[in-house]
């Protein structure tokens, strides 16, 4: 009855684990703006019920990676499956502001742990091109999620109420649990000694190697480049060049494909054997030539939507090549410690997002489109400079 790894459905799976963080987001954000009347709350409430959520995220990838290491991937994933359902429900039956947002935190911290073992499994499954190219099709199932969950959940909020997604969600994480266990083997060799805990000699060890970091904050640099279009692009699509919302969802759209596509390349070049460096060094090159040009443009002040739309569209399927090779050299490091590996870059890349979304919201009302522009060239072109030193 277990599922082989290396069947399509295993890698199905792995996706939906990985995706469950953005699923949760994506499928929620249309109904925060009825959350202050259906619950007696206010909006900076309803604003946290998110921001608790992502907080647990990091943190659930923190605590997931390094139990996993040392407790095995399979009950660490079953504890986040079983923690992230009943959450659902509790999402679902909230009466209140407070309640809601708690039971998001719980939610967020054990979304986080199921992503952070599904990519450890990768590395504990497979190795050299074979983990690069299912660690690019996983992704190329997580990234897909962002084209539709929102529409899903606008049609859910208006037809059957704003309950109704996140018992959805605790649906999903139930039926997810039962999948797992009945057909997911442990991936960890119980010939790996067990891992320290936080703070202990294992997570020292991992921030001790110098290209390991390197290779994380230059990952994490290039994700920022992306969560700074995403911060940024509803304002200066809609506010600010006075476009309709139907124009600025098919530019997501169109983006959420390029990102897929990237992730979905990478794994058919990596089946063929090319090599690791090569894809990343064209992709962060093509990346920055973009992002430059295209902070050329808002510079300029020409009419932006025909030269800026393409432009986004090769950043985006350049990161889908970058996101999945550079982290599997990253992880591939401490392939002993992938679990607490694969934390530190996956929390990595949510510092750099929120900071690079947090720049994008003060420069908006000095620069324009150029809020948006120049952080991404500045975090594209950077992004050059750790991954140069992790190759020396």
């Not at 499956?81 to 039971?103: P, Y």
């Not at 986080?112 to 099709?137: E, H, I, P, T, W």
């Not at 897929?260 to 090599?275: F, K, M, N, P, Q």
Request: proline content about 5%; charged content about 10%.
């Amino acid at each position: 009855m277990r599922i082989a790894p290396k069947s399509r459905g295993f890698t199905v799976l792995l996706g939906l684990f990985a995706a469950l963080p953005a699923l949760s987001i994506d499928l929620s954000a249309p109904t925060l703006p009825l959350l202050p009347d259906a619950l007696g709350t206010s909006r900076a409430v309803a604003g946290l019920t998110l921001s608790l959520f992502m907080v647990g995220f990091a943190a659930g990838q923190i605590g997931g990676g390094t139990l996993s290491d040392g407790q095995g991937r399979r009950p660490a994933l079953l504890g986040g499956l079983a923690g992230f359902t009943i959450a659902g429900v509790a999402c679902a039956m909230s009466l209140s502001g407070g309640a809601l947002a708690i039971s998001r935190l719980i939610q967020g911290f054990c979304a986080g742990v199921c992503s952070v073992v599904s990519f450890a499994m990768v590395q504990d499954l497979f190795d050299g091109n074979a983990a690069r190219a299912k660690r690019s099709y996983v992704t190329t199932i997580f990234t897909a999620v962002p084209i539709l969950a929102p529409a899903l959940g606008s049609v859910l909020t208006d037809r059957f109420g704003w309950r109704s997604v996140h018992g959805l969600l605790a649906v999903a994480g139930a039926l997810l649990l039962v999948i797992t266990w009945i057909g997911v083997a442990e991936s960890r060799s119980p010939d790996l000694m067990p891992v320290p805990p936080i703070g202990g000699g294992g997570t020292v060890r991992i921030w001790k190697d110098s290209p390991f970091v390197c290779l994380s904050v230059a990952n994490a640099l290039s994700y920022g480049c992306i969560f700074a279009y995403i911060a940024g692009s509803p304002v200066v699509i809609i506010a600010q060049m006075g476009l309709s919302s139907a124009v600025f969802a098919a530019v997501f759209a169109l983006t959420a494909i390029a990102l897929a596509a990237g992730a979905w390349t990478s794994g058919r070049l990596s089946r063929r054997g090319i090599e690791t460096t090569l894809l990343v060094n064209v992709s962060l090159l093509v990346a920055a030539g973009a992002a430059l040009a295209m902070a050329a443009v808002a510079l300029s002040g020409m009419a932006a939507g025909p030269i800026v739309v393409p432009l986004l569209m090769v950043i985006l399927f350049t990161r889908g090549l970058i996101a999945p090779n550079m982290q599997h050299l990253a992880i591939e490091r401490q392939r002993a410690r992938a679990g607490a590996a694969s934390a530190a870059v996956g929390v990595s890349q949510l510092m750099s997002g929120a900071i690079a979304s947090a720049a994008v919201a003060v420069l908006l009302p000095v620069l324009g489109a150029g809020a948006v522009a120049y952080p991404m060239a500045l975090l594209a072109t950077a992004a050059l400079i750790p991954w140069r030193w992790s190759r020396r």
